[in-house]
């Protein structure tokens, strides 16, 4: 029996990863990227990049972002959209609000009325990549993958500073954001 073990072990030590075993992958590309090539509803570019649990978006670095999970036909969705417009006119040198729908294959021309008919002047990101990345934010901050929306996550620095689950007043989402520029 402790013949049969040790050629057994022996054996799966022996099997191994090889080149030829990749199936012609490289390792770089086993591995999920952390690197988010997005375009809003507008075809503007935005690089946001995952390092650990924080994200930046590229070209944005000093700035505050709020990165808001959301769906058209979601009514609390609807409801903030217009109060995140605010948050975004009464900072706008030092905060980035940006949209993430959770819905695949929307037109950006719906996602364009959705903006005109809620208020929603903000950046709305509309990509092949969305899925992934509210996935990312969504793991990041271990909230699982079947969260609530909308889900708003806030970032300064590439640092995480907090996130709301659900409807959340707009002066709660000031405070932080004052709090955030102060440092605290």
Same mark, same amino acid.
């Given at each position: 029996?402790? %013949?049969?073990? $040790? #050629?057994?072990?022996?054996?799966?030590?022996? +099997?191994? @990863?090889?080149?030829?075993?990749?199936?012609?992958? !490289?390792?770089?590309?086993?591995?999920?990227?952390?690197?988010?090539?997005?375009?809003?509803?507008?075809?503007?570019?935005?690089?946001?990049?995952?390092?650990?649990?924080?994200?930046?978006?590229?070209?944005?670095?000093? %700035?505050?972002? $709020? #990165?808001?999970?959301?769906?058209?036909?979601? +009514?609390? @969705?609807?409801?903030?959209?217009?109060?995140?417009? !605010?948050?975004?006119?009464?900072?706008?040198?030092?905060?980035?609000?940006?949209?993430?729908?959770?819905?695949?294959?929307?037109?950006?021309?719906?996602?364009?009325?959705?903006k005109k008919e809620h208020g929603a002047d903000y950046v709305i990101l509309n990509s092949?990549?969305?899925?992934?990345?509210?996935?990312?934010?969504?793991?990041?901050?271990?909230?699982?993958?079947?969260?609530?929306?909308?889900?708003?996550?806030?970032?300064?620095?590439?640092?995480?500073?907090?996130?709301?689950?659900?409807?959340?007043?707009?002066?709660?989402?000031?405070?932080?954001?004052?709090?955030?520029?102060?440092?605290?």
């Open positions: 029996m402790l %013949k049969h073990s $040790l #050629f057994f072990t022996l054996f799966l030590l022996l +099997q191994g @990863c090889s080149p030829s075993d990749q199936g012609g992958q !490289s390792a770089e590309s086993l591995v999920a990227s952390n690197e988010f090539q997005m375009k809003d509803t507008r075809n503007y570019p935005f690089t946001i990049v995952k390092e650990g649990s924080n994200f930046t978006v590229m070209e944005h670095e000093s %700035k505050i972002i $709020l #990165f808001d999970i959301f769906a058209t036909w979601c +009514q609390p @969705c609807r409801a903030e959209a217009a109060h995140l417009a !605010s948050l975004q006119k009464k900072f706008p040198a030092q905060l980035l609000v940006i949209g993430v729908s959770i819905e695949d294959g929307i037109p950006n021309a719906q996602l364009e009325q959705f092949d990549q969305n899925r992934a990345l509210y996935r990312a934010i969504a793991s990041a901050i271990n909230v699982g993958q079947q969260f609530p929306i909308p889900l708003m996550v806030m970032y300064k620095n590439g640092q995480y500073v907090t996130h709301y689950m659900g409807m959340v007043a707009e002066e709660m989402i000031e405070s932080d954001i004052k709090l955030a520029l102060e440092g605290k």
